[in-house]
Nanobody, 111 residues
Framework: QVHVVESGGGLVQAGGSLRLSCAGS????????MGWYRQAPGKQRELVAGTISGGNTNYADSVKGRFTISRDNAKNTVYLQMNSLKSEDTAVYYC?????WGRGTQVTVSP
């Protein structure tokens, strides 16, 4: 059994910053691919940022230069540093690890 748990969401003003964390545990000793997705009301879930164990990362165009994904392999943890937040970043953010999803954490950016 695998557990993926996000933390760090909340309410922030536009221009502010938040850091999301996600920890994986269970029957997988070391996760390879990790990523963050988000889903805003009425919209489809979209990839925000991803990383694989070799260190390669990719980002949605809408967050490039503002968000940074990083990982701690020893802790099976992935982070998402979000800077210069905009109201359009408001969404539920989901962590994904090798096919396993977390339950999501709400990020709300006020104008």
């Amino acid at each position: 059994q695998v557990h993926v748990v996000e933390s760090g969401g909340g309410l922030v003003q536009a221009g502010g910053s938040l850091r999301l964390s996600c920890a994986g545990s269970g029957s997988i000793v070391r996760f390879n691919a990790m990523g963050w997705y988000r889903q805003a009301p009425g919209k489809q879930r979209e990839l925000v940022a991803g990383t694989i164990s070799g260190g390669n990362t990719n980002y949605a165009d809408s967050v490039k230069g503002r968000f940074t994904i990083s990982r701690d392999n020893a802790k099976n943890t992935v982070y998402l540093q979000m800077n210069s937040l905009k109201s359009e970043d408001t969404a539920v953010y989901y962590c994904w690890m090798d096919g396993y999803w977390g339950r999501g954490t709400q990020v709300t950016v006020s104008p």
